[in-house]
């Protein structure tokens, strides 16, 4: 038991972790904290019934010993027998959710063995042992295996730059995913991240003017008790001035970060569309995004643009229209893992009704078992609801889409392996599609770093070996799609 000085102590830590102005300050008080719960001591000791660790030590021992023995054919062999993301149960949220900051030593040790082995067989000289086309199929075999990370933004409306802290945070520490989905307002940042390269995005993500034209406009205004709201005008001047003149597949070519933007269709009969270089590689990035943001009943729906064989604008499917992508599917985590074999989700989760049922979900004062049937449960009820109306009023067709779109929102899941969600309980109404001054902006932003912090050091540990991966198999700058538009005569 801990004693009352020591609690003290500890929630005085807490206290600090949670108002630290930077990563350095808040890991500072984290290890403090890890230090005085006895929790440093825990991270150092490798046995726990919560994961096999006698499996992952002898992995660790019998790489290091190939590694010694200079032993290349051995070492191949037994990175074959599995790059598992769960080897030995190391990937359970419980062993990263003791510590402040990060989780048993042995797993760290065994991520970073993995990652120096494969780093190592990628560099050494191919020969009539181990040809090129041998390593290239072990590492195709591996990516699969192993599968890959995403990171999904959430619609949030103008709570949205809550995102931007979370991706630069994620950008600086160089734990940003390469698929990234958004939908609504996440699908502004999924846009900036994929259009703007490695060079060019510290630039892009500090200060507010950088993004908004208006914003100079909105901080001058006085101050009012009804804010002002954003209107397809000023979202699309924002767009234009922000997102790039391109296509997903030039995106893809330019930054290798495959993007992904959910759009819904105005229309019954047609389903959720989720636009990436694979899905949709001509269609313009700016258009998926001012579709995906336009809220239904408030903002029109959107028509997407496209290029066409010589490299012109024109329609995309003319006849028809598209709204916002958080309605049907804010984390298409199904469609990510059938295109990309992603089987890992980062969560950047700010959408309103989302932490409602999240946060609602954490005070239940039952099991975790209970929780998750009870999940399903209302998912098949809503599942049911919405057949019903669909059947019953076809004859009020507004109505009829109304309330579907309702059951629509409330069956989704809005949540993933990691989750990183704002700390605030209570959102003002009027903010979620107004027009937000910078000091507003600027706190959303810090509030994305903050919330991003305690979830740091388990994304670098689940993510590295696939970012390994992909930086050995990564192959966007093979691509050029400018070279097959025709020339008009």
Same mark, same amino acid.
């Given at each position: 038991?801990?004693?009352?000085?020591?609690? /003290?102590?500890?929630?005085?830590?807490?206290?600090?972790?949670? %108002?630290?102005?930077?990563? !350095?300050?808040?890991?500072?008080?984290?290890?403090? %904290?890890?230090?005085?719960?006895?929790?440093? !001591?825990?991270?150092?000791?490798?046995?726990?019934?919560?994961?096999?660790?006698?499996?992952?030590?002898? =992995?660790?021992?019998?790489?290091?010993?190939?590694?010694? #023995?200079?032993?290349?054919?051995? *070492?191949?062999?037994?990175?074959?027998?599995?790059?598992?993301?769960?080897?030995?149960?190391?990937?359970?949220?419980?062993?990263?959710?003791?510590?402040?900051?990060?989780?048993?030593?042995?797993?760290?040790?065994?991520?970073?063995?993995?990652?120096?082995?494969?780093?190592?067989?990628?560099?050494?000289?191919?020969?009539?042992?181990?040809?090129?086309?041998?390593?290239?199929?072990?590492?195709?075999?591996?990516?699969?295996?192993?599968?890959?990370?995403?990171?999904?933004?959430?619609?949030?409306?103008? @709570?949205?730059?809550? %995102?931007?802290?979370?991706?630069?945070?994620?950008?600086?520490?160089?734990?940003?995913?390469? +698929?990234?989905?958004?939908?609504?307002?996440?699908?502004?940042?999924?846009?900036?991240?994929?259009?703007?390269?490695?060079?060019?995005?510290?630039? +892009?993500? #500090?200060?507010?003017?950088?993004?908004?034209?208006?914003? +100079?406009?909105?901080?001058?205004?006085?101050?009012? $008790?009804?804010?002002?709201?954003?209107?397809?005008?000023?979202?699309?001047?924002?767009?234009?001035?922000?997102?790039?003149?391109?296509? /997903? #597949?030039?995106?893809?070519?330019?930054?290798?970060?495959?993007?992904?933007?959910?759009?819904?269709? !105005?229309?019954?009969?047609?389903?959720?569309?989720?636009?990436? !270089?694979?899905?949709?590689?001509?269609?313009?990035?700016?258009?998926?995004?001012?579709?995906?943001?336009?809220?239904?009943?408030?903002?029109?729906?959107?028509?997407?643009?496209?290029?066409?064989?010589?490299?012109?604008?024109?329609?995309? @499917?003319?006849? =028809?229209?598209?709204?916002?992508?958080?309605?049907?599917?804010? @984390?298409?985590?199904?469609?990510?893992? =059938?295109?990309?074999?992603?089987?890992?989700?980062?969560?950047?989760?700010?959408?309103? $009704?989302?932490?409602?049922?999240?946060?609602?979900?954490?005070?239940?004062?039952?099991?975790?078992?209970?929780?998750?049937? *009870?999940? $399903?449960?209302? %998912?098949?009820?809503?599942?049911?609801?919405?057949?019903?109306?669909? =059947? &019953?009023?076809?004859?009020?067709?507004?109505?009829?889409?109304?309330?579907?779109?309702?059951?629509?929102?409330?069956?989704?899941?809005?949540?993933?392996?990691?989750?990183? +969600?704002?700390?605030?309980? &209570?959102?003002?109404?009027?903010?979620?599609?107004?027009?937000?001054?910078?000091?507003?902006?600027?706190?959303?932003?810090?509030?994305?770093?903050?919330?991003?912090?305690? #979830?740091?050091?388990?994304?670098?540990?689940?993510?590295?070996?696939?970012?390994?991966?992909?930086?050995?198999?990564?192959?966007? @700058?093979?691509?050029?799609?400018?070279?097959?538009?025709?020339?008009?005569?």
């Amino acid at each position: 038991m801990l004693s009352i000085t020591s609690s /003290f102590s500890l929630t005085r830590l807490e206290r600090k972790m949670r %108002h630290a102005d930077n990563y !350095a300050d808040w890991k500072n008080a984290a290890l403090e %904290h890890d230090a005085k719960s006895g929790f440093e !001591a825990w991270k150092s000791k490798e046995e726990s019934k919560s994961y096999d660790y006698v499996n992952i030590r002898t =992995r660790i021992d019998a790489l290091k010993e190939y590694r010694r #023995q200079e032993d290349d054919i051995g *070492l191949l062999f037994a990175l074959n027998e599995g790059i598992h993301g769960n080897q030995g149960g190391m990937g359970k949220s419980i062993l990263y959710e003791k510590a402040k900051l990060g989780t048993k030593h042995l797993i760290e040790e065994y991520v970073d063995e993995i990652v120096s082995a494969l780093d190592y067989i990628s560099t050494i000289p191919e020969s009539s042992e181990i040809t090129k086309e041998d390593k290239l199929d072990f590492f195709e075999r591996a990516s699969h295996c192993f599968g890959r990370s995403a990171l999904m933004l959430s619609g949030a409306g103008s @709570l949205g730059h809550f %995102h931007r802290g979370v991706i630069k945070t994620l950008f600086e520490h160089k734990v940003l995913p390469t +698929v990234i989905s958004g939908s609504s307002a996440g699908a502004i940042s999924a846009a900036i991240l994929g259009t703007y390269s490695d060079d060019e995005l510290p630039c +892009v993500l #500090q200060g507010n003017k950088v993004l908004d034209p208006l914003q +100079v406009e909105i901080d001058n205004r006085p101050k009012s $008790l009804i804010r002002r709201q954003s209107d397809s005008a000023s979202l699309k001047i924002m767009l234009d001035a922000i997102i790039p003149d391109m296509t /997903f #597949q030039e995106a893809y070519e330019k930054t290798g970060r495959m993007i992904s933007i959910t759009i819904a269709p !105005a229309e019954e009969h047609q389903t959720s569309r989720l636009m990436n !270089a694979i899905t949709s590689p001509n269609v313009y990035v700016r258009t998926a995004v001012m579709a995906s943001c336009a809220v239904p009943g408030v903002y029109p729906p959107v028509m997407l643009m496209a290029k066409n064989v010589y490299g012109e604008a024109q329609p995309h @499917l003319p006849e =028809r229209r598209w709204v916002d992508g958080a309605v049907t599917d804010d @984390l298409p985590a199904k469609r990510l893992a =059938r295109l990309y074999g992603v089987n890992h989700y980062i969560v950047s989760q700010a959408n309103p $009704l989302a932490l409602a049922i999240i946060k609602g979900e954490q005070y239940m004062p039952v099991s975790e078992g209970a929780k998750k049937v *009870l999940r $399903l449960s209302t %998912h098949e009820i809503l599942k049911s609801g919405e057949k019903f109306s669909r =059947r &019953f009023l076809r004859k009020i067709p507004d109505v009829g889409k109304t309330m579907s779109m309702f059951y629509s929102v409330m069956a989704q899941d809005y949540k993933g392996d990691v989750n990183i +969600v704002p700390h605030f309980n &209570f959102v003002d109404p009027q903010k979620l599609l107004g027009q937000l001054t910078s000091a507003e902006i600027d706190e959303l932003v810090v509030e994305g770093e903050r919330s991003t912090w305690p #979830q740091l050091e388990q994304i670098k540990i689940c993510s590295k070996i696939g970012h390994k991966l992909d930086e050995i198999l990564d192959h966007h @700058l093979e691509h050029n799609i400018q070279r097959f538009y025709k020339t008009r005569r």
